[in-house]
């Protein structure tokens, strides 16, 4: 099951961190830009082409430092298709060097058109007598406000192809409050009630470390309620944003974490991205400037929350 | 203002439609499935080239029926960027052919990021010196689980570059109600809720029918809702998902409309895609077999809602 290999990654690496990819080309260095505008001009191509070797050298510097990177679809799609293919390069780049891919695509609809968002995003695709990954990604981040005829079509794919996904539960945004905190009639908010939710959903996936293969996206900006959501939803790992640039810190998201130092990963990804900027670090140092912050977050949440172990497993 | 434009169109060709263009492989007609493989292989590029044939040949023939089409990025996206660029394509053509292009992608997200997005299907990006158009539909559909975050980002975008979005409501699936339907402690459903929200978002972009650029999905498979809904959010313009396929008719859109005819486009996709195999028509002849469907079904709605006619406008 999918989330099992994330939980692996972490333990391993002793990080349970995911590096965001969400390269606008104000955070790409200027050579890397200069190089790409050369050999295909100032272009939506020489954007792309900017963005993956920014991409690239930040997989290079984080591999062994992160277990995970998580791509955020918009950054790409902002550059039209040469951006998608961008992301479709950089999603292919991190899983050769061995990184859990995220794909951060919010994405959802109903039967058939959800089915089609899950074979792009997870699944294989079928022209004639070949067989084609569209995309790639291990999980996919989606909005279950369709209800469960958004969710179930994408977890047959999960089972077969070993994937997994995160659902929206309690936003990192300081609006977040404005639907999902609103308490329904039964005495339940609306991101509790999408929290068992996930629960429900995840029990046709379980997991050997005790997560299933539906995750939970909760903000590391509401302390408060990833404790509660910890506490109840014994099942479903988070996937936290909100570290470092929209303000999270350690002791926010260390409520996230089982006794075994489990039950999320936590995601940067402006702060590490932009990492060369405000260390004063000369530019073509961007990706060890990266690296470094992404081991002083991982050291920052390990004082935290201690050493990750994996739970011993029957069988 | 985008809806302006929209209803206009509706009003000139006294048809408030929209043809889904949502190509699946097996939709497309072998003739065109041949010519592209035979260009490219059993790829995805193959398979892309086909949708785009498929594509133009329903956008010549329903061009002066319907006044707008809506392609799903799903069913491009599951073809890898190869079918991301078909999407670019085909929303090029259509609007080349004086089409209004509805790109339902149902994007999410906060701050920059849906900032992101709004560039890549409403806005331009700058690369350098230069500005392109990244996808360049008229209107996005959102979703709106995020709360204002995810919505006031758009809104000066739509401002800017004439353009809209529809915030998902009330969708047509089963289990939209799962969530939906429930009711907050104050009374309200939750999509009630976004309903009027969807009447403040609107405040900023009022048009000259009386409708703003911040429109609302609302199923046509449920018509209870959407004569509640078109009571209460005045100036919300609908689109309408679920007529044919999904099950709803004429008589379950009436309720849409106002008194001139106006405040909603119904879409159908399946239906009038694979008219061609529904009626026997031999497979050359999809395009013309799609046009009769929308025709069929321009019909059956304007005689259920009768002639629709612009409100006079003061200036």
Chains 1, 2 share one sequence.
């Not at 409520?255 to 670090?281: C, E, Q």
Request: glycine share 14%; charged share 20%.
């Amino acid at each position: 099951m999918a989330l099992d290999r994330l939980i692996e990654g972490i333990a391993k690496l002793q990080n349970p961190t995911v590096a965001g990819l969400d390269p606008v080309l104000d955070y790409v260095p200027g050579f890397i830009k200069e190089k790409a505008f050369t050999q295909h001009g100032e272009t939506l191509e020489g954007a792309a082409g900017a963005i993956l070797e920014f991409n690239k050298g930040l997989i290079d510097a984080l591999c062994g430092i992160v277990p995970a990177v998580k791509p955020q679809c918009a950054y790409y799609e902002m550059y039209g298709w040469h951006g998608v293919k961008a992301l479709y390069d950089t999603i292919a780049y991190a899983k050769d060097k061995g990184l859990f891919v995220i794909t951060d695509g919010k994405r959802n609809d109903i039967g058939p058109t959800m089915q089609a968002y899950t074979t792009a995003h997870l699944g294989t695709v079928t022209v004639g007598q070949r067989t084609y990954v569209p995309f790639g990604g291990d999980c996919l981040t989606v909005n279950g406000y369709l209800g469960s005829d958004g969710i179930t079509p994408l977890l047959d794919t999960c089972r077969a192809q070993d994937k997994g996904i995160f659902v929206l539960v309690k936003t990192s945004n300081p609006s977040s409050g404005e639907l999902q905190n609103q308490i329904f009639e039964g005495g339940e908010t609306l991101y509790g009630t999408v929290g068992h939710l996930c629960e429900q959903w995840g029990e046709g996936l379980p997991g050997k470390y005790g997560y299933s293969g539906v995750g939970a996206v909760v903000g590391a900006t509401y302390p408060e309620q990833l404790a509660e959501l910890r506490r109840d939803l014994t099942h479903t790992f988070f996937l936290a944003p909100g570290y470092g640039a929209q303000g999270g810190g350690a002791k926010d998201v260390a409520p996230a974490f089982d006794s075994n130092g489990l039950g999320a990963v936590v995601n940067a990804s402006r702060s590490i991205m932009t990492a060369w900027k405000k260390s004063g670090a000369p530019e073509t140092d961007y990706a060890q400037a990266a690296a470094q912050e992404a081991k002083r977050m991982r050291d920052e949440i390990i004082q935290e929350i201690g050493a990750i172990s994996l739970p011993s497993v029957n069988g």
